[in-house]
């Protein structure tokens, strides 16, 4: 795994967004994900618009229990961050159909399409409180694949920010699962705020195990973990 530490959360959100910018224009499919750490990054790439896009842009993971117009819909939060504004026409938009058939089916039509991809040429990734990567919480398999899951109390707490009280959080949620994003081509794991620095050191320096589920992340060939001095400050120095 490689780790690139940066200064400050906005030098990390201009360098990725340079680099996102980039691969819009070169590869074919990339999965984009949702959260605070991404909103400085798509707000830079904004800059870029109009980009010329090649890649259709996939969602990471999806609330269950709210409509896909809420604003806090994850597809309505990347239809308005990134994908619009930026010129994804909706052919280049590849989401769930949780609002046209039901979640199994939703479920199977994705994990369909995503294999005939045969994973995706990057995947950008945050990193939740207790280590979750897409909403894949702790005791999550390195086999598990495209799902709908419980979300945990501590992360919906975490997204409480968006909701107005605790009971409007979703509980669950349709999430890519561990080993889709092993199949993924590339892998980018962004992590910001000092809030994060112990899971970022139990994921870098610690074993790998479900319990922290981005640690199950760190065999993949070609991964890059992007992080702010705060996120890294209790990494041990590389001697
Ligand atoms: C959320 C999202 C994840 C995101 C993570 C971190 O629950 N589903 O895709 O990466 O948790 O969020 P934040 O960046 O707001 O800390």
Redesign the pocket.
């Known amino acids: 795994m490689q780790v690139e530490i940066f200064g400050s959360g906005n030098e990390l959100s201009h360098h990725v967004a340079k680099k996102l910018a980039q691969r819009i224009g070169e590869v074919q499919d990339i999965g984009f ?6 909103e400085p990054i798509y707000e830079a790439l904004r800059g870029y618009a109009p980009l010329k896009v090649r890649a259709k842009g996939w969602i ?2 999806e609330y269950l229990g709210l409509s896909i117009s809420h604003p806090q819909s994850y597809r309505y939060f990347l239809n308005h961050l990134v994908f619009k504004p930026l010129g994804f026409t909706s052919e280049q938009i590849i989401y769930p159909l949780l609002d046209e058939c039901s979640v199994q089916d939703a479920i199977d039509k994705y994990e369909k399409e995503f294999q005939k991809m045969d994973g995706l040429d990057l995947q950008l ?4 409180l207790n280590g ?1 990567v ?2 894949n919480e702790p005791g999550s398999s390195v086999h598990s694949r495209t799902r709908v899951i419980e979300i945990a109390e501590l ?1 919906r707490k ?2 409480l920010i968006y909701f107005n009280n605790l009971s409007e959080v979703p509980k669950s949620a349709f999430t890519f699962g561990i080993a889709n994003l092993l199949q993924n081509k590339e892998l980018w794991l962004v992590v910001t705020g000092a809030k994060k620095a112990e899971i970022v050191k139990r994921v870098i320096e610690g074993e790998v195990s479900e319990d922290v589920p981005a640690s199950l992340l760190k065999n993949h060939s070609n991964i890059t973990m992007f992080l702010d001095l705060e996120a890294a400050q209790l990494l041990k120095p590389v001697t």
């Open positions: 994900a949702t959260g605070r750490t991404m990471l993971d990734l945050g990193l939740g979750h897409g909403l992360t975490s997204n």
